[in-house]
């Protein structure tokens, strides 16, 4: 009854983030399907669906972030760790922009909010995989998220472009995560009035958080590479000569042409 209770709190949350210039991307995440009788065998490649708790659950933590960071940014402005994420460059966003145009939409990129509007534009009516594919292109417009120390950035350079939010940190995973137990520390001590705890300077702590950026990155490598070879051994052995299944042409170039397996991306 109480998780009943928050999802529509979390939708309100949701809509006013959204309000504000949260982006709406498409990321598909593939659950492979292992044979019953051989588990070396792959059964299937499935388009993992997010249930409406999940939803839920993810707006609560991003709002529980988004406090703790404006707490530690409060108390301790040059020497707290957040998470920020830089707004996309227009050569990264070039790919997207020309796709956009072949469909006669237009691609804005003057601030998130606009950006956001533009991609809810992005709609054929007589073909759904439009949108899909653009906000599928769109993710790889953007720049990554990164870890921080605030001493290093202005206040506007602190904000989350994505999550459309001033100030945004790691909190809620410390048992995965060594950022959110960190925050966790400075969030004790930032409670604390008297006997606050010693925090590592600026340099230290940016030191630490280049660290985590390339470990997070390493992880994030690790995992598309996983997909990738799953993908591949699903095709070796269940189309050893050819699949036919339905994609769509989003990109002609020199060398060939750019596809999207909309079943398998």
Same mark, same amino acid.
């Given at each position: 009854?109480?998780?009943?209770?928050?999802?529509?709190?979390?939708?309100?949350?949701?809509?006013?983030?959204?309000?504000?210039?949260?982006?709406?991307?498409?990321?598909?995440?593939?659950?492979?399907?292992?044979?019953?009788?051989?588990?070396?065998?792959?059964?299937?490649?499935?388009?993992?669906?997010?249930?409406?708790?999940?939803?839920?659950?993810?707006?609560?933590?991003?709002?529980?972030?988004?406090?703790?960071?404006?707490?530690?940014?409060?108390?301790?402005?040059?020497?707290?760790?957040?998470?920020?994420?830089?707004?996309?460059?227009?050569?990264?966003?070039?790919?997207?922009?020309?796709?956009?145009?072949?469909?006669?939409?237009?691609?804005?990129?003057?601030?998130?909010?606009?950006?956001? *509007?533009?991609? *809810?534009?992005?709609?054929?009516?007589?073909?759904?995989?439009?949108?899909?594919?653009?906000?599928?292109?769109?993710?790889?417009?953007?720049?990554?998220?990164?870890?921080?120390?605030?001493?290093?950035?202005?206040?506007?350079?602190?904000?989350?472009?994505?999550?459309?939010?001033?100030?945004?940190?790691?909190?809620?995973?410390?048992?995965?995560?060594?950022?959110?137990?960190?925050?966790?520390?400075?969030?004790?001590?930032?409670?604390?009035?008297?006997?606050?705890?010693?925090?590592?300077?600026?340099?230290?702590?940016?030191?630490?958080?280049?660290?985590?950026?390339?470990?997070?990155?390493?992880?994030?490598?690790?995992?598309?590479?996983?997909?990738?070879?799953?993908?591949?051994?699903?095709?070796?052995?269940?189309?050893?000569?050819?699949?036919?299944?339905?994609?769509?042409?989003?990109?002609?170039?020199?060398?060939?042409?750019?596809?999207?397996?909309?079943?398998?991306?």
């Amino acid at each position: 009854q109480a998780v009943h209770s928050l999802v529509p709190i979390a939708s309100v949350l949701k809509d006013r983030r959204f309000q504000q210039g949260g982006v709406e991307l498409e990321g598909i995440e593939i659950k492979v399907h292992f044979g019953d009788r051989d588990q070396n065998e792959i059964d299937d490649l499935i388009p993992k669906e997010g249930l409406r708790v999940h939803e839920t659950v993810a707006e609560c933590m991003i709002f529980a972030n988004h406090w703790v960071a404006k707490r530690l940014w409060e108390s301790f402005p040059t020497n707290s760790l957040l998470r920020y994420h830089p707004p996309p460059n227009r050569a990264n966003a070039a790919s997207l922009t020309k796709l956009a145009a072949s469909k006669g939409f237009v691609i804005d990129l003057s601030s998130n909010k606009s950006f956001a *509007d533009s991609l *809810d534009k992005c709609v054929d009516k007589n073909d759904p995989s439009v949108n899909m594919i653009i906000r599928s292109m769109a993710v790889f417009a953007m720049k990554p998220a990164d870890y921080v120390c605030t001493g290093t950035l202005t206040p506007e350079e602190l904000a989350h472009y994505g999550l459309g939010l001033d100030f945004y940190t790691h909190f809620t995973s410390p048992i995965r995560r060594y950022a959110d137990v960190m925050v966790h520390r400075q969030l004790l001590s930032a409670m604390c009035v008297e006997n606050k705890l010693s925090l590592p300077p600026c340099n230290e702590l940016q030191h630490l958080c280049d660290h985590m950026n390339k470990q997070h990155n390493t992880a994030k490598f690790a995992q598309m590479a996983s997909t990738e070879l799953y993908q591949c051994l699903y095709f070796a052995q269940k189309h050893r000569d050819r699949c036919l299944c339905e994609a769509v042409i989003y990109d002609v170039r020199a060398y060939g042409v750019m596809v999207m397996v909309p079943r398998h991306t």
